[in-house]
């Protein structure tokens, strides 16, 4: 079986509109596609440890030369990679937050993006970099207080959170990624509708478009 890996970020629950967007495109690709077993992730339930400098110690120190402090210091991140590298297609809900992604979802992206285990670090090679994902599909779907955040909008330069999340996971080998964008959120009324009504839309777009969803 393959697995779909659904991770949330946002902190809201039954309010928040990143997860209901991402749910809804999870239960259409769960049924469109059942081939596909599910894995899901909320990333408030089960954090992300920041980055410190014990972590910092055991990733940069070759796997066979931990100490079992420093084994221990990677532990949730060693298990968030074995996750990541177990899934085939990945499924993101991710509000914005101060233009960019909410800090959970930037310690996640701190966990996996790992020399040696994501990636391969050579400094004497000609191309230092080399992912070591590879063939796996993306879909973030973003939710944002205001709108116009996408290219050609009235904000588009104002959104550093598309082009974070293709750098860092395109820099690891996820190079197809697919972006589903809602607003108006603090506005409210018809406006926070319609732009859930297009989200809708633009995710059954895409279903109508793949039908053939990674050889489901
Ligand atoms: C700390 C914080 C920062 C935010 N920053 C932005 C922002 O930069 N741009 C924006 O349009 N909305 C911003 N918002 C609004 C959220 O993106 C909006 O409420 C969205 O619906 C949150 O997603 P959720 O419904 O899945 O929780 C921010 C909200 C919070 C709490």
């Excluded at 469109?32 to 410190?52: G, I, K, M, S, W």
Aim: proline fraction near 6%.
């Amino acid at each position: 079986m393959k697995t779909l890996l659904h991770i949330d970020s946002s902190p809201r629950k039954k309010q928040s509109y990143s997860r209901m967007l991402s749910k809804l495109f999870r239960d259409k690709w769960l049924k469109e596609c059942p081939a596909y077993q599910l894995n899901y992730r909320d990333l408030n339930a089960t954090a992300p440890p920041h980055v410190d400098l014990p972590w910092i110690d055991a990733a940069f120190t070759p796997k066979t030369d931990r100490s079992i402090q420093q084994r221990q210091a990677l532990e949730l991140s060693d298990f968030f990679v074995d996750e990541f590298l177990a899934a085939d297609v990945y499924l993101l809900g991710v509000p914005m937050y101060n233009f960019g992604m909410p800090s959970v979802l930037k310690a996640y992206v701190d966990n996996i993006v790992r020399v040696g285990r994501t990636f391969l670090f050579d400094p004497d090679a000609a191309q230092p970099y080399t992912p070591l994902v590879e063939d796996k599909e993306m879909f973030v779907v973003i939710m944002t207080g205001d709108s116009g955040y996408r290219k050609g909008e009235r904000f588009a330069s104002m959104n550093h959170l598309e082009p974070h999340i293709r750098t860092a996971f395109g820099f690891i080998g996820v190079k197809e990624i697919t972006f589903i964008y809602s607003g108006n959120d603090e506005f409210g009324g018809v406006k926070l509708e319609d732009s859930l009504e297009q989200a809708k839309e633009k995710i059954d777009s895409i279903f109508h478009s793949k039908k053939s969803l990674n050889g489901a």
